[in-house]
């Protein structure tokens, strides 16, 4: 069994629903989807692809279509041993940044999408997309998101929500919604500057990509630990990927800066909040891994693999080759995920 947390699903029914912002995606003549957003432009080429690229393989036209079309994933899932998956908008289309009623036309229609994307399979879930920049109407589409469209959860930056970081009391109500619904945040950053169109510094090499999002995820842990959140919202849940930042690698530090900064609220030491939080092991080096798993335990361990992603690789198994058992790769592979989304039933169909 594997249930995959960490994947991206982009349809056409989500074009121009942030008004000028767009999002929306072309191919260019090396078949690479390019995604803009506002006057800013993704071109992206996954490593898979590449990898195929160099060695002469064609591209495979699943991973082409499976971006926008549930049955090409599923095809995906079934070739790749993928028994259930959760999936996102692309985390450069979250739209903090855009006007408060632009957040709110694109939050429903993404996940009006999304919940139409994944209702043919029950192998198939979502988490909702929220317009944080206004918080009220933040709690009303969490609301609706699950009761009426049935999403998991709901993906979050994290940092700068709007201008406003994750233990601002001005989202309290949505945490206390989160409880009452029982469902978990999904933290994934997400790259602040070149979204919002401001090229006052080059984005050399996507650095506020693949670099931005490991200090965003960071900063999200740091916040809802050491701005008191979870001594408020105890039963608060939150799945935090690509490895969990950089808090797995700093944890101590973390918590030693926790004792001494004169303004943090936390009640606790900075470990004693782990029960809160799970991690994936996104991470292409076996012995960052194992690291994790030593550090963290595998109780507190999911599985994503950023499904097509940049950094997607198709025949790596996060939980092989590291020193786990049969039943601790069990936990990791499924049954933490399944526990973390409410999944009682979850099994391969």
């Known amino acids: 069994m594997l249930i995959d947390l960490h994947g991206h699903a982009f349809t056409s029914g989500m074009v121009g629903k942030a008004g000028h ?4 995606v072309h191919w260019d003549e090396e078949e690479r989807p390019n995604l803009r957003v506002g006057n800013w432009t993704l071109r992206s080429l996954t490593y898979e692809r590449r990898k195929r690229q160099d060695a002469g ?44 009623e632009l957040g709110m036309s694109w939050s429903r229609a993404a996940n009006d999408e999304l919940a139409t994307y994944t209702a043919g399979s029950d192998r198939l879930h979502f988490w909702a997309t929220l317009p944080m920049q206004d918080e009220k109407a933040a709690v009303a589409e969490a609301r609706r998101a699950v009761t009426e469209l049935g999403a998991k959860g709901f993906s979050l930056g994290g940092a700068n929500l709007g201008g406003r970081e994750l233990d601002d009391p001005a989202f309290f109500t949505l945490y206390e919604t989160c409880c009452e619904l029982d469902v978990p945040l999904y933290i994934h ?54 490895g969990g930042g950089m808090v797995p690698y700093h944890l101590r ?8 900064a004169h303004d943090a609220k936390n009640r606790k030491s900075v470990p004693e909040y782990l029960d809160n939080f799970w991690f994936d092991l996104l ?48 936990q990791i592979r499924s049954h933490n995920a399944a526990r973390l989304l409410r999944l009682p039933a979850a099994s391969p169909s």
Not at 21 to 24: A, E, L, T
Not at 219 to 238: H, K, S, T, W, Y
Not at 253 to 260: C, L, N, Q, S, T
Not at 299 to 318: A, I, K, M, Q, T
Request: charged share 25%; glycine share 8%; aromatic share 10%.
């Open 21 to 24: 912002w767009g999002p929306d």
């Open 57 to 100: 393989i064609p591209t495979d036209p699943l991973e082409i279509a499976a971006l926008g079309d549930a049955t090409a994933r599923l095809k995906l899932m079934d070739r790749r041993g993928i028994d259930h998956m959760v999936v996102s908008v692309p985390a450069h289309c979250y739209m903090y940044w855009a006007e408060p």
């Open 189 to 242: 950053g997400f790259t602040q500057a070149e979204a919002r169109g401001d090229r006052g510094v080059e984005d050399r090499y996507d650095l506020t990509s693949f670099m931005g999002f490991l200090y965003d995820e960071t900063a999200a842990f740091c916040n809802l630990i050491m701005g008191g959140v979870l001594d408020e919202f105890p039963q608060l849940r939150i799945y935090i990927t690509h």
């Open 253 to 260: 530090r973390i918590d030693m800066m926790a004792y001494v």
């Open 283 to 330: 991470l292409h080096s076996p012995a960052m891994r194992r690291a994790v798993v030593d550090d963290i335990g595998v109780d507190r361990l999911v599985y994503g693999d950023n499904f097509l992603g940049s950094e997607y690789v198709s025949d790596l198994d996060y939980t092989a080759g590291i020193g786990l058992s049969e039943s601790e790769r069990d």
